[in-house]
């Protein structure tokens, strides 16, 4: 669409709502998109901006996509609405659409967003045109039921209460003493002819009124042309929209001067009528209080083919309804004409009218009820939606035809688009042929399934002949255009038919090209009445589409023949493809997917037989990859290159880097492009986590050496202290050295944990409880301002674990529970028997962790803060706790609320003791 869009997206996952940002882009639309998450937001946006269409999913945590709808409608009814769903079952589908939703697109299919949402807005836009249609003839009725209970009012009418422009009757300027074209008709002009005295109160009325705080009827002074004072009574009542704002108003005015009633100038009233009626492009239709059409605009006339005179004084439903329908009409209308009320009364339905000339065809109507006399009579506004029928059935065998493709041979397909061909233009008879590359000859591919019906399969003794002896439907190859042979005997240059060929009485046939060559005839026939353009436009349409999936499916025809012929030479490039871990993507010469990898449809989230034929801008959206891939088809030799791409939930982005290389066939002939892809963003993320690391271990390895190093340094040098002193000092150093030993050795458990070892432990039957019990007590010692707590079984549990590698798990897992908590919280300690394994918890009130943090809690080098303010620590410490867990045979997890604490629970088998 060339048009701006501004669309509002209501979608819980940031990742779904990119996928459709990115179906639209690919669609080449103009939009802004405005996404919201939630329900507040929604509305928030709702009330503070005009959007053209919202798409919405159906089911989101707070809200549902019928509750959007709603939403939408109570701020404007016509906005349209697009659910964007995952899953929708038929049943599902169907309420949807009946509570208002202009259609759905499944988010396994998003290139339909290119059908639907162009479809939905113009949809909308036409029933907002037909509602603005029946407004103005409400009020053009209105407006002469006013001329007639005035009895010599002058009327008015303000059509845009935003603007200055008024319409007045010569009624108005008469009672004023002026000339039809004397004074310009104005609000502003209007205020100006008010006596001054009056004029504010007459101002503060009319804007009262605009509010909806008051009536509007005000007598006032106005100066009359020879310069006296007029009194006159203004009524009016304003138009509003489904908004309430204020749109049109219109009134009257009488001269009370002498309390006598002007006469309106009903006849410009009938010809302001007779405007709206005459240039409208929908059919006008009214009907009398027997059924009987009353009124007949021209528009009428050409939608269904009768004349106003034809029309005129017959019964409506007779005349334009199907004879099935009669019988329930009958009823609707007396009901109708005996309340005033009815099914579709204020409505705009879909329905289907009888032409004159008998045909059958889709129609809108848009139907209201006006009271004469106190009688109801009927106005409808009806649409032609033939056109629009048509194209909703083309756009349903378009996508048809691509998927009944997918499992049928040429044959097959080009008979199902036969029979859909005459399906959408009412015909009787379908064919196809292809044409030889000389463009002399031609051979008989196939027949609708309904012509072979009708005897036509051996009315043809040969399949393949000369244009020289084909007849008259050859005229399209002959003239390079579609041709229609509406009267088909009365053709002078025609063959005659084959013995066995069913008459044909009309025909249609076009050519396909391809470049500047015709590639195909198709042809339909035996239409009921004369084809026309439109037909012509649908069967181009269909061909064209039916040509392009016969050309691919001819192309996997060769490919499966080429390789059934060489069936070892496929395995073994399956093979390959099996064991490439990167992306691998074969490209030809038009930088067109024609072969990937699992791994590649892994990576682009596209399988190969989505992405197939189609160009790898739409599998890899990077301008630079272009001007890569033309340098490697003009021969040159490049190095890497590298891109980003949309990342997972937990990645922004990922960094992928491909090399490409030409590939050449037969005689060097360039056949296409292999490109390999390796997504490296686990590498660059480690290179950047070891860098982090290699800052921080040299900071907590140069911390303690320096206390080391210092207070060696003042017991060599200083011979001054006393013993207790020394002792001081040399505790210091030995504690410190304590930290540099933890250090070296979690630097070694990791180094062999990254050889493929894992970390040694001496296994021996022992009870945890006592080595906890003292754990705990030496905590409460060390960290006197954090509340300790400890649950033990009540029983003795024996296990077969390396007692002081559990120790060590708990002393990282309290030291972890310390540095993280605030003084004065609570690290509750909690050690349970199970069946047949036993579970410890540490659990404190901290600062707690995102999801994306726990999920990366274990690994090597990770730290959740590397701030300047970031607690001290090597991001060794869970990874080690994890192996020494996982080397007894048990497990780990973790689970955090940001904000509100941690809890770290790892579980160990308990085995059969032999000593019991």
């Not at 010569?170 to 009056?198: F, H, N």
């Not at 031609?442 to 072979?452: F, G, N």
Request: negative net charge.
């Amino acid at each position: 669409m060339s048009e701006m869009l501004k669309i509002l997206h209501l979608e819980d996952s940031p990742n779904d709502a990119e996928l459709v940002r990115y179906a639209l882009k690919k669609a080449d639309f103009r939009f802004e998109l405005t996404w919201v998450s939630d329900k507040a937001a929604f509305s928030t946006a709702l009330a503070e901006q005009s959007f053209d269409i919202v798409l919405t999913d159906y089911s989101l945590p707070d809200f549902s996509g019928v509750e959007a709808l709603e939403a939408v409608r109570q701020r404007d009814e016509m906005l349209p609405v697009v659910l964007v769903t995952g899953a929708m079952g038929e049943e599902m589908a169907i309420e949807s659409l009946k509570a208002g939703v202009s259609d759905y697109v499944l988010k396994t299919n998003l290139a339909r967003l290119t059908v639907v949402v162009p479809r939905a807005i113009a949809e909308k836009k036409t029933e907002r045109e037909h509602r603005q249609a029946l407004r103005n003839l409400e009020l053009s009725e209105e407006r002469f039921d006013l001329a007639v209970r005035g009895s010599g009012a002058g009327i008015w009418d303000w059509p845009d209460v935003d603007r200055d422009d008024m319409w007045w009757s010569p009624r108005i300027s008469q009672i004023l003493g002026y000339g039809d074209a004397e004074i310009a008709q104005t609000i502003s002009q209007w205020e100006m002819l008010v006596l001054e005295e009056d004029r504010s109160q007459f101002m503060t009325v009319l804007q009262r009124h605009l509010k909806n705080e008051c009536r509007f009827d005000v007598e006032c002074r106005m100066y009359h042309k020879n310069g006296n004072v007029v009194w006159i009574r203004n009524r009016g009542s304003v138009q509003r929209d489904a908004q309430n704002r204020p749109v049109r108003m219109a009134g009257y005015v009488q001269d009370i001067s002498d309390r006598k009633a002007a006469e309106g100038d009903r006849q410009q009233l009938n010809e302001y009528y007779r405007a709206i009626t005459h240039t409208a492009n929908e059919a006008i239709v009214m009907i009398d209080t027997e059924g009987k059409v009353s009124f007949w605009n021209p528009a009428a006339v050409r939608v269904f083919g009768y004349s106003r005179d034809e029309a005129t004084g017959v019964d409506l439903h007779q005349l334009l309804a199907p004879q099935r329908y009669h019988a329930s009409a009958a009823e609707a209308l007396e009901t109708f004409f005996r309340t005033g009320t009815g099914q579709l009364v204020g409505t705009t339905v879909e329905m289907t009218a009888v032409h004159k000339d008998g045909h059958e065809f889709p129609v809108e109507l848009s139907l209201a009820r006006v009271s004469r006399a106190g009688e109801w009579h009927a106005v409808g506004i009806v649409r032609d939606n033939t056109e629009r029928k048509r194209e909703q059935d083309l756009q349903r065998a378009q996508l048809a035809l691509i998927d009944y493709a997918s499992s049928h041979t040429i044959t097959e397909l080009m008979q199902w688009f036969l029979d859909e061909a005459e399906k959408l233009t009412a015909s009787e008879v379908g064919f196809c042929h292809f044409v030889a590359a000389d463009e002399e000859s031609m051979a008989l591919r196939t027949w609708s399934t309904r012509t072979l019906q009708g005897q036509c399969a051996g009315a043809v003794s040969e399949t393949h002949y000369p244009f020289s002896k084909a007849g008259v439907w050859v005229d399209c190859v002959r003239q390079r255009r579609p041709v229609i042979h509406n009267d088909y005997s009365s053709l002078p240059h025609k063959k005659g038919l084959p013995e066995g060929h069913v008459p044909v009485v009309r025909e249609l046939v076009v050519p396909v090209f391809r470049g500047d060559k015709i590639v195909a005839v198709l042809g339909v026939g035996n239409k009921k009445t004369d084809y026309v353009e439109a037909d012509v436009s649908v069967v181009q349409r269909l061909a064209d589409l039916a040509w392009e999936t016969v050309v691919r499916k001819q192309a996997e025809e060769s490919l499966q023949l080429a390789l059934s012929e060489a069936e070892e030479a496929r395995k073994r490039i399956e093979a390959m493809l099996r064991s490439v871990a990167d992306g691998l993507v074969f490209t030809d010469m038009g930088d067109r997917v024609v072969l990937m990898s699992s791994s590649a449809e892994k990576m682009f989230g596209r399988s190969l037989a989505e992405a197939y034929l189609q160009p790898v801008s739409s599998l890899i959206a990077d301008q630079g990859l272009s001007d890569y891939l033309h340098a490697i088809h003009r021969g040159e030799e490049r190095g890497v290159y590298s891109f980003e791409i949309p990342g997972d939930c937990e990645q922004v982005t990922r960094v992928i880097q491909m090399k490409s290389s030409l590939v050449r066939g037969l005689e060097e002939m360039r056949s296409g492009v292999i490109t390999l892809f390796r997504d490296i963003s686990r590498e660059r993320e480690l290179d950047r986590m070891k860098s982090s690391f290699i800052s921080t271990a040299a900071h907590e390895l140069r911390t303690p050496l320096a206390s080391v190093m210092g207070y060696a340094e003042l017991l060599m040098n200083e011979k001054s202290f006393d013993e207790q002193q020394q002792v001081e000092f040399l505790s210091i150093i030995h504690d410190k050295s304590q930290v540099l030993e933890r250090i070296i050795d979690d630097l070694l458990n990791i180094s062999r944990v990254d050889s493929g070892r894992v970390i040694h432990v001496e296994k021996c039957w022992c009870d945890l409880s006592p080595g906890l019990t003292d754990l705990i007590r030496q905590y409460r010692l060390e960290s006197k301002n954090h509340d300790f707590t400890l649950s033990l079984p009540s029983a003795p549990v024996a296990l077969m674990v390396d007692e002081g590698k559990i120790v060590q798990v708990m002393e990282n897992l309290l030291v972890n529970a310390v540095k993280f908590s605030a003084e004065g919280s609570q690290i509750q300690v909690r050690y349970q028997a199970l069946n047949d394994e036993i579970a410890i918890e540490v659990q404190d009130q901290g600062i707690g962790m995102t999801p994306e943090q726990c999920s990366r809690m274990f690994e090597q080098f990770y730290r959740a803060d590397t701030s300047l303010t970031a607690k001290q620590g090597l991001g060794l410490g869970m990874s080690i706790v994890k192996n020494i867990i996982e080397s007894h045979g048990g497990t780990i997890g973790v689970e955090s609320e940001f904000g509100r604490g941690t809890t770290v629970r790892f579980t160990l088998p308990v085995g059969e003791n032999p000593a019991r």
